[in-house]
């Protein structure tokens, strides 16, 4: 167990609706951030929050949003979603973001979602 | 931009031999690469990771090197058993913003 808890652990939905992904970061940690591992696929980086803030953002969708809340924890939310948006969902979360240092990851259980 | 390639994506190796896994990055300011390994329906858990002032680092039968001026490291695995079956993830710092740039992934399958 890695201390990041992720809810709901599945989810099935029909297109065009909107989801809501929630992630709990480990006790300390300031960073959180979202990917998204399609079928057999590696870790695409879809965005990261430090202590509330937006640091950095991949490839995500401008249907994608996220936010970190004051008590750390951070929700990805997906809106008129489409098939291929049908993936895992992993939270991961570290210790915070020191210029020139990097922290090890710690990776939540992950959301399987499924569009039909 | 920022890109981290990651080869073979697909090893096979039998079980008591060694795997060795290889990525290369283009930034040449990245000075942070960890290796995570993500097994069968479960999350990515880092294994090794070094940083660009040291050349290599060893865990019992882990093993990762670094050659900062062929921008290339390594994760080597001795004495391989059927648990060190998963999908393998390299993966770099980045240089804004303090992303780590991933590679696509190995899977190494562990045959008996």
């Known amino acids: 167990d890695s201390g990041v808890t992720q809810t709901p652990k599945h989810l099935i939905t029909a297109t065009g609706q909107r989801v809501t992904l929630r992630c709990s970061p480990r006790s300390g940690d300031l960073s959180v951030y979202w990917y998204q591992q399609s079928l057999d696929q590696g870790l695409q980086f879809l965005i990261q929050?430090?202590?509330?803030?937006?640091?950095a953002k991949g490839n995500i969708l401008e249907r994608f949003s996220a936010q970190q809340f004051p008590d750390l924890h951070s929700e990805l939310n997906l809106s008129s979603l489409e098939l291929g948006d049908s993936a895992l969902y992993f939270c991961?979360?570290?210790?915070?973001?020191?210029?020139?240092?990097?922290?090890?990851?710690?990776f939540g259980p992950g959301t399987r979602l499924t569009v039909l | 931009g920022e890109n981290v390639e990651q080869h073979p994506s697909t090893l096979s190796v039998q079980e008591g031999d060694s795997a060795v896994i290889k990525c290369t990055y283009s930034d040449s300011a990245s000075n942070y690469f960890p290796w995570y390994k993500q097994e069968l329906g479960k999350r990515p858990q880092l294994i090794i990771d070094?940083?660009?002032n040291v050349g290599e680092k060893k865990d019992q039968r882990i093993a990762v090197t670094l050659n900062k001026t062929a921008k290339h490291f390594s994760l080597h695995i001795t004495e391989t058993q059927p648990e060190d079956s998963a999908v393998y993830f390299c993966a770099g710092s980045g240089q804004s913003n303090y992303q780590l740039i991933w590679g696509a992934g190995t899977k190494l399958i562990i045959k008996p």
């Open positions: 929050y430090y202590n509330g803030e937006e640091r």
């Open positions: 991961a979360s570290s210790v915070g973001v020191q210029l020139d240092s990097y922290n090890e990851q710690f």
């Open positions: 070094i940083r660009s």
